[in-house]
Each structure stands twice: as C-alpha cells, then as structure tokens.
C-alpha cells in the first residue's frame, strides 16, 4: 500500500485526536515505528491492520471512521489539493458524480505510483445513481460516502447517499440528488491562488 494512504490515516487521527491517539494504535497494531513515510510503500496487510486499531482505540466501527476519514481527505485545509483534484470532475454535482469513474487515473497525474481502488457510477436516472467501490479494505466505500457528503455541500447540492452493503469485495452506494442547487456551494478558481 502506498505511504501517502497511510499517511492520511495517521494525520487524520492526530489532528482529529491528538498523537498520543496515534501513539496507542501504532502500539496496539504491533508496529516498531510511529510515523509513515508518505513516499515509501507498505505491505497490504499494514493498512487494514492499522485501521482496526485505530477503530480499537477509538471504540468506534470501521464505517463510521472510514466516513469521518473521507470528511477529512477533502475539508482539511492539509488536503486542500485533494478537494482541488475532485472539483476539476465538472461545474455541477452530477458532472462531479460522472467523473468518479476516471478517479484513479486523474490521482495518477499527481501521483504515478498511487493505485486507487476503481469506482464504477450507475445512472438510474438524472438524480438517481450508484456507485460501486472495488474495495480490497473493507470501509473504501464508507471514505467515499465522506467525500461525496464534503463534495455534495461544496457544489451546493441536497443529497441523500445510503451505503447498501459489500459484496465480493465491492461496497455499493445509493446516491438520490434531492436539490442539484439547493445552496450556493463553495467558491472554486481553476488557478491555484499563492
């Protein structure tokens, strides 16, 4: 698994819960290290096993920590381009909704030797969609439904999004578009401001 994916599950528990937090699920995985390097690459296992802790030391299930950790992947000001990579996906919600499938790709541009898991869209109708997860760690869907809550709120849109479930390794969401306009959204420049 790459660094950088590790990484991200470190920073988020220190920033939402403090190093010591960290500190006692690093422990409790059985790492002899705190700190990933985000450039380096780790075994598979790594990242499940340290989630697992990290839901330990939280008393909190997989899901709901997956959820909070794709909030933070794109409201964070640390990640702020990461929000930037997924506003590039269109003008609207939908237009965002239809790019997910080339998700893995654009991360590619960024960063070549990052491998994200793919992500199928089904269009049912205009407001009606859903989105399958090809998860090898169980909760990549949970992360998305997180991203597609912060994204949703960012274009300014009412939306409805219900995980149904993981089948053969791969984690189905419902996605209903109640109001594509229901708020103004968040300002969005294409030039990255210094």
């Known amino acids: 698994m790459h660094g950088l994916i590790n990484r991200s599950i470190q920073n988020y ?5 403090g190093p010591s937090c960290w500190a006692e699920a690093t422990g409790r995985a059985g790492l002899d290290f705190t700190e990933f390097e985000a450039m380096l690459s780790y075994a598979d296992s790594l990242t499940p096993r340290m989630l ?4 330990a030391v ?3 299930p997989r899901a709901e920590v997956m959820e909070d950790l794709g909030t933070y992947l794109v409201s964070h000001p640390t990640y702020e381009a990461v929000r930037r990579l997924l506003r590039f996906g269109g003008v609207n919600f939908s237009d965002f909704l239809h790019s997910l499938d ?12 990052l491998d994200l898991p793919s992500v199928e869209l089904r269009e049912h109708d205009e407001r009606q969609f859903s989105l399958l997860c090809d998860a090898p760690v169980a909760g990549y869907g949970h992360l998305m439904m997180g991203v597609l809550r912060v994204m949703a709120d960012d274009y300014g849109a009412l939306v409805l999004l219900d995980h149904t479930g993981r089948n053969d ?3 189905t969401l419902t996605i209903k578009i109640v109001a594509a ?3 103004a959204g968040r ?5 990255a401001r210094a």
């Open 187 to 191: 300002s969005f420049d294409l030039g």
């Open 58 to 60: 939280l008393a909190r």
């Open 169 to 171: 390794g791969v984690e």
């Open 102 to 113: 080339d998700l893995p790709d654009r991360a590619k541009l960024a960063l070549a030797d």
């Open 181 to 183: 306009d229901y708020s």
């Open 13 to 17: 528990v220190c920033d939402s819960y």
């Open 52 to 55: 697992d802790a990290v839901c």
